[in-house]
């Protein structure tokens, strides 16, 4: 069956710095991965997007890299900030239907003022 | 303007109860979803319906029955529950075809004492 692997131990950096989360999956060629990012109390938000034929997608801050053949996506947040301090997840589309979606359990990020 | 808004935000309820959670999006998206949040903050899909039309149904007991009156609507209700019914309920609706990112609302945090 399809899984994801994030790392479940929290990731904490001083601000300024380029915080870079992993995500791993297994049994399964997705045809793209999202990245979340979820506030306590909230639901998640939409970050990005990347595609199975895109190795590389940037958006202000933040970058999402996808190596299929590592079977990794890295997520990284450049010049971070306390703000910026979240738990973040990662997302692939399931086998059977591409409107699925199957997450991993988040990696937090604290970011040290 | 709120995206997804759900209703209520906190339910406390005791076992054997019935109770309802209501969803809406004003988005203009054909397609809506439920997922439900453990402790361990694992975000599993339960239902998606597109334009009204049940697309996805996982495997949940059916004491869990949504239902859409409208493309903007989604509700969920839930039948008889059980202590492990407890956890944080998300709505989230995407555009469809070829629109994979999905907006999520607030959550439903559900205590079943």
């Known amino acids: 069956s399809q899984k994801i692997e994030q790392n479940s131990e929290a990731l904490n950096i001083q601000e300024g710095k380029t915080a870079t989360l992993t995500c791993n999956y297994t049994?399964?060629?997705?045809?793209?991965l999202q990245w979340y990012r979820q506030d306590p109390g909230r639901g998640p938000v939409f970050l990005l997007l990347i595609r199975e034929n895109e190795k590389e997608k940037r958006k202000e801050r933040l970058k999402v890299t996808f190596d299929t053949t590592l079977k990794q996506s890295l997520f990284h947040i450049t010049a971070s900030q306390p703000a910026d301090s979240a738990t973040y997840l990662c997302?692939?589309?399931?086998?059977?239907?591409?409107?699925?979606?199957?997450f991993g359990s988040g990696t937090r990020l604290l970011v040290r003022p | 303007d709120t995206a997804v808004s759900q209703t209520p935000k906190y339910l406390v309820t005791q076992m054997g109860n019935d109770k309802s959670i209501k969803c809406e999006q004003n988005?203009?998206?054909?397609?809506m979803y439920w997922y439900k949040q453990d402790s361990k903050k694992f975000l599993k899909i339960m239902f998606s319906?597109?334009?009204?039309?049940?697309?996805i149904n996982e495997t949940v007991p059916n004491r869990f029955s949504p239902k859409s009156p409208d493309k903007a609507h989604l509700n969920l209700h839930i039948n008889s529950l059980e202590l492990g019914d407890s956890a944080v309920y998300f709505c989230?609706?995407?555009?469809?075809?070829?629109?994979?990112?999905?907006?999520f609302g607030p959550g439903t945090r559900l205590t079943v004492t």
């Open positions: 997302a692939l589309d399931r086998m059977d239907s591409s409107y699925k979606l199957i």
């Open positions: 988005l203009g998206h054909d397609t």
């Open positions: 989230a609706s995407s555009g469809g075809w070829d629109s994979y990112e999905q907006y």
């Open positions: 319906y597109n334009n009204k039309e049940l697309i």
């Open positions: 049994n399964y060629s997705p045809a793209y």
